[in-house]
Structures are given as C-alpha cells and as structure tokens.
C-alpha cells in the first residue's frame, strides 16, 4: 500500500495521477461547502476555474435550476445566487439545482486532480464516509492521494490537519514505516499536536483567521463539525455528485 499526501496541487503530474484514488480537501470552504449542497439535495456541482468561465457555462446551459456559486477574498461573486459558505446551501436554496462553482483554491485543486481513476472531495463533515472509501482504494495493494487545495499555492494548516485526520482514519491507528510519504508523516503528526478538535487548527489557520475578521466566525464552526454532511462527493466527468453506489 502506498498514501501520499500533497500540501498543495501543485507539481502533480498525469503520471501520479494515472489509476489512483484521489480525495481533495479545502475544508474552509470549498469542499465542506460541496458537501452541504448535496447532503441538502443538490443534483451536481461542476467546479470551473474562472468567474468569466461560470457565467459562460451557465448561460450555455440555460436553465433555472442552475446556479452561479462561488467566492472571491471569501466574498460571493457579484451577480452570483450563493457564496461559499456551507450554512448558505440550505435545502431550500439548492435541492433540485446544479450548481455551477468557482472558488480561489478548491475548485482549482479539483480540477488539477482530472485524470486519476477517482476524485472526491473531503473534510471533516464527511471524514468518515470518506474514510471508508478511502481503505477500500489502499486496500490490497492500492495507492491513495490526498491532495490539498493549500491557500495561494502554499501549505495550510487547515487542509494539512484534515489530510492528517484522514490519513489517521483510513490508517485504523497503524503508524506504517513505509509506504507513507514525508507530508503523510507531517500530517499525522499535526493530528497528535492538535488532538481531535477540529476548532483548533482550523481557527488557528490563516484561512480560518481571514474568515473570522471577515464575519464567516460560524462557517469555521461549521466546517469544524464531524460528519455533518455524511455524503460521498465524487467528481466525475466534470461535475461532482453524489456517489451511492461504490465506485
Ligand atoms: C477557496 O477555494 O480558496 C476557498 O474555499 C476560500 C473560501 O471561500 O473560504
């Protein structure tokens, strides 16, 4: 078995992708935003790199049950219908619709990933499910990525820990000498520096500081709550859904 994490997607190339399993991780807010919006009934969400990119795509698809979501300085777009927060993907606003998303990190770092055999998106409100699907990939002889979206290109604390919480899940306790890389290594032991609360790291984190002092105090909380949005979030052929049947 081999897992692998990288800090940021950066450097990834075909090669380490090719016919692997991949879980990208942008807890604040990217992928525990994906994961509100299909626990609470979104059809799809189809991550793109741009703004200009978005507004194409959904006049393109021209219908009313597509959204325009997305951040940029953590702030909805103008003219969007939704931000990035998780607490703003309610059942009333998105059951039934598409979402189309940009965001500054974790809609790149999706996109990076295209070309494994599967991606899905992680964080703490899923870990478990997540988790679970991420021991059948390793298991017999796999070889799991876990992929931060990292913030500007540069590690983050918050992505970091959620790796290591994964990475320590999908481990069952074991502490393997090899098989891990140096990041896997460094991400477990974030795990035993901050221990099981998820507030911690991610308050600490320059993420998690910049939402604070922006008013997202209780996005922080959210994204910080275990299981809370236990889906499956698979990106396949472009858009990410919800995966009920093992893939
Ligand atoms: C990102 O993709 O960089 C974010 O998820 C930022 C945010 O909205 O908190």
Redesign the pocket.
């Known amino acids: 078995m081999k897992l692998d994490v990288h800090f940021t997607p950066a450097g990834l190339s075909p090669a380490e992708l090719q016919g692997r399993t991949v879980f990208v991780i942008?807890i604040?807010?990217?992928t525990t935003a994906m994961c509100a919006a299909l626990a609470h009934g979104a059809r799809a969400l189809i991550p793109v790199g741009s703004t200009e990119e978005a507004l194409r795509l959904a006049q393109t698809i021209g219908s009313d049950d597509v959204l325009l979501a997305g951040?940029t300085h953590?702030e909805r777009i103008p003219g969007f219908q939704l931000g990035?927060s998780p607490l703003e993907m309610t059942e009333a606003a998105v059951r039934g619709k598409t979402l189309v998303v940009t965001?500054?990190?974790?809609?790149r770092a999706l996109l990076a990933c295209q070309g494994a055999s599967a991606v899905f998106a992680a964080c703490a409100a899923n870990l478990t499910v997540a988790a679970e699907r991420a021991r059948e990939a390793l298991e017999p002889d796999g070889h799991l990525l876990i992929v931060c979206?990292g913030r500007a290109g540069a590690f983050s604390l918050d992505d970091a820990y959620c790796a290591g919480r994964l990475a320590k899940a999908v481990l069952g306790g074991r502490r393997p000498r090899r098989g891990v890389n140096d990041a896997a290594i460094a991400s477990l032991d974030l795990v035993r520096r901050y221990g099981d609360r998820w507030e911690r790291p991610l308050s600490y984190s320059r993420?998690g500081r910049e939402?604070i002092r922006l008013g997202f105090r209780d996005d922080v909380l959210d994204a910080a709550r275990l299981d809370a949005y236990p889906v499956l979030a698979h990106f396949h052929e472009r858009r990410v859904t919800l995966a009920s049947v093992p893939v």
């Open positions: 942008d604040l807010r990217a951040e953590c990035n965001t500054t990190n974790g809609t979206a993420a939402l």
